[in-house]
């Protein structure tokens, strides 16, 4: 695969930074809203925005369960902020009628930092980098992991202050999830992280 085809899916959220940063990364990146768009996509990426939106948006556009089928045979996907509580197995602090599509095996926390903390800015221990340099990443009513599984890699965890320790990037096989925004910052290493998962799969 020369250049894979990068769907982001577009229900709602942050939709055209992403595709901005996979473009500038080489990657076809095209938007996501229907059955027949999914099929044509080699990955997907889920942005943030609000889960529960999403959620419902997924379901009348009748892509939660081709999108489910996908994720379960394979299909390389980056969720970032309300894309990480979609790709969780469990949830906390959901609402009430409020699904995820799934796929990693781990509980995810909604608004974890607090309701009142709608955004603020962190360095990040992030060893799957492998280059020695923090990454530095906004949180915006960002969810946090409580657990994982045992095929759950972690990634990232918050380095210092309050929240320290806390799990917030981890890798499931082909699937990635992050609580913060790569796609606001103008550091693309997560991204190219994503793409080489891509390549792998
Ligand atoms: N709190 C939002 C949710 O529950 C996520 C926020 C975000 O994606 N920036 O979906």
Redesign the pocket.
């Known amino acids: 695969m020369s250049t894979p085809v990068v769907g982001v899916l577009a229900m709602q959220?942050?939709v055209r930074e992403h595709v901005r940063v996979l473009r500038e990364l080489g990657a076809a990146a095209t938007r996501v809203r229907r059955p027949p768009e999914l099929a044509g996509v080699d990955a997907l990426v889920i942005?943030?925005?609000?889960?529960?939106?999403?959620d419902k948006l997924l379901r009348a556009f009748e892509l939660q369960e081709p999108l489910k089928q996908r994720i379960k045979t394979g299909l390389p996907v980056f969720g970032?902020?309300?894309?990480m509580?979609l790709l969780a197995d469990r949830i906390v602090d959901?609402t009430p009628d409020q699904q995820t599509l799934g796929g990693i095996d781990m509980t995810v926390r909604?608004?974890a930092f607090g309701r009142q903390v709608q955004s603020f800015e962190a360095d990040l221990d992030c060893t799957a980098l492998g280059d020695g340099q923090p990454y530095h990443a906004v949180?915006?009513?960002?969810?946090w992991v409580e657990d994982v599984g045992p095929g759950v890699d972690v990634l990232a965890t918050v380095a210092a202050g309050p929240a320290a320790g806390r799990i917030v990037a981890v890798r499931s096989g082909p699937l990635l999830a992050t609580s913060f925004?790569p796609e606001l910052t103008g550091d693309p290493r997560l991204h190219r992280l994503f793409l080489d998962v891509v390549k792998e799969s």
Do not use: Y
């Open positions: 959220g942050d942005p943030g925005g609000e889960s529960t939106t999403i970032s902020c309300a894309g509580i959901g909604r608004n949180f915006i009513r960002a969810p925004h």
